[in-house]
């Protein structure tokens, strides 16, 4: 706590208003009847492979929408609401599905994977997916999410270093700063599922063919009756392949040899599968991991992004200059998947992440975090739920309080910069949902599955993406904007060609 004071005493007014953040957000798109729709990216969207705004995660009929960096709040929520506006112009009579967990699924072939041209770059992407697909199945692959990326301003790594009395370059103390936030957001992530998991349900069609431990709620809904973010948990974006894989975070070297042999050393199973059948390519390679991105992780250390270049490069060549989280859900009551007071005290708990003491994490450690993730995402709101910590059982709401009560001292500091109250108010209510888990989004999500008139995850789903639509396409979009976006698109188009151009073998 002595340090969190001190480090927040040195830190000018300037370099907490001037945070960067920025958000992705995943949502399928969905006819009417709340079934996956099977049209291709809309060509007002322009290129899913250039745009920068607007592109596809696994599927062709599942958008995400990206942000720029911002370090106003409320710039980074209107720019979101902006693309969202765009795409609901271009959409048709199709809905974004406002929750993390799929809609109604065809069978696993019939899900479309990403199509991105016919350049090495656009089929290399397609092709990964489809090892994905191979791999996991297409239907783990189409739950959404929000990831919010978050950075302090340059001005802050001096002042912090000074503080910490390090030496050596400022890119290598800013690398090693960002491990010190990622060690300690991994112990304490469980606490983002309790406050914003909503998907404590499913649709039947998720778990089609599947073994589950899921309870049945009425005919096509399944749920726990305690559980958080399902997104999360063993049955949700997880790998029991990957369960072999202990990475290290306690500085980039020990994170990019964690995942060394997992890129480059065939894995048995994946050989199996095999690389090609005739000319047609099944995956990128054999190795537990094609590529860094497969590692599923509730944060990512990140390289600012370069055509074609390798995240482990990036990060050897230039450090850490951001992270993502990607344990976030989508918000259902959000018609934009994120609500402000979500990104508030995602900034409270990055700062304090970064700003406390952060010891190495041990093999011992890495396994508690994942039984805590997969226990809380399960069963959290159960009131008698027991996590590790350091070797020993603690209730989640005893940790929950503390790790709240710790940010008080953040929460300050960012209202006195920002002359208001709105991050203590924040974590008044966290408070509140800490010591009544029916103030949650996953209770709330039950709550109003009963209220349906069939009491279906999918009727409310769907109703709420309704409501969403009509709230984005009834607020007025200036022309100027609709005309930005328009050249964004044909930009995009125009950029594929030329890549697709220039490809000679």
């Not at 690398?175 to 957001?185: E, G, K, M, S």
């Not at 047609?280 to 860094?292: H, K, W």
């Not at 639509?469 to 607020?475: A, E, F, P, Q, Y």
């Amino acid at each position: 706590m002595n340090r969190i004071h001190e480090r927040l005493r040195m830190l000018p007014r300037e370099v907490l208003t001037h945070i960067r953040r920025g958000v992705e957000k995943e949502s399928l798109r969905v006819g009417p009847d709340g079934r996956l729709a099977h049209t291709p990216h809309p060509a007002g969207l322009g290129s899913a492979l250039t745009h920068p705004h607007i592109t596809t995660d696994f599927s062709e009929s599942q958008l995400e929408l990206i942000t720029g960096i911002h370090t106003g709040l409320d710039a980074c929520l209107a720019e979101l609401t902006e693309i969202h506006q765009v795409v609901y112009r271009h959409v048709g009579d199709e809905l974004l599905w406002c929750t993390s967990m799929p809609c109604g699924l065809p069978a696993d072939d019939d899900i479309p994977l990403g199509q991105y041209g016919s350049s090495n770059l656009g089929r290399a992407k397609t092709v990964y997916r489809n090892g994905l697909a191979h791999r996991y199945g297409r239907r783990m692959q189409t739950i959404s999410g929000v990831h919010y990326n978050f950075s302090m301003p340059e001005a802050a790594w001096p002042i912090l270093q000074k503080a910490d009395a390090g030496g050596g370059s400022i890119i290598a103390y800013q690398t090693d700063a960002y491990f010190h936030l990622i060690r300690n957001f991994r112990r304490h992530s469980w606490l983002l599922l309790y406050l914003f998991g909503a998907s404590p349900t499913v649709c039947r069609s998720f778990v089609a063919g599947r073994k589950h431990g899921l309870q049945e709620y009425n005919a096509g809904t399944l749920f726990l009756p305690g559980a958080t973010s399902l997104r999360m948990g063993p049955l949700g974006y997880q790998s029991n392949a990957q369960s072999s894989l202990a990475v290290s975070f306690n500085s980039l070297r020990s994170y990019a040899e964690s995942l060394n042999d997992a890129l480059t050393k065939p894995y048995p199973p994946y050989e199996a599968i095999g690389v090609r059948e005739g000319e047609n390519y099944r995956q990128l390679g054999t190795s537990l991991l094609q590529i860094e991105n497969e590692f599923y992780g509730t944060i990512r250390p990140k390289p600012r992004f370069r055509s074609g270049e390798r995240p482990l490069y990036g990060l050897g060549e230039r450090g850490v200059e951001y992270i993502e989280v990607r344990c976030m859900d989508n918000d259902p009551f959000s018609p934009i998947g994120i609500a402000a007071d979500t990104m508030r005290f995602l900034d409270m708990f990055l700062l304090h992440c970064l700003l406390s003491d952060s010891p190495p994490d041990s093999p011992e450690e890495i396994a508690a975090i994942s039984r805590n993730q997969h226990d809380v995402a399960q069963r959290g709101r159960d009131p008698n739920l027991r996590l590790i910590r350091r070797k020993e059982e603690i209730s989640l709401a005893a940790w929950a309080r503390g790790v709240v009560d710790a940010c008080e001292p953040v929460a300050a500091a960012l209202d006195a910069a920002h002359t208001g109250s709105a991050y203590r108010e924040t974590l008044q209510a966290a408070r509140a949902a800490v010591a009544d888990s029916s103030a949650t989004p996953s209770a709330r999500v039950i709550a109003e599955i009963g209220r349906t008139d069939d009491k279906s995850y999918v009727a409310f789903a769907l109703a709420q993406s309704n409501r969403h639509r009509r709230t984005l396409r009834d607020r007025r979009l200036s022309a100027e904007v609709e005309a930005r976006y328009a050249r964004l698109a044909a930009d995009s188009l125009t950029a594929q060609r030329t890549m697709e151009a220039a490809d000679c073998v």
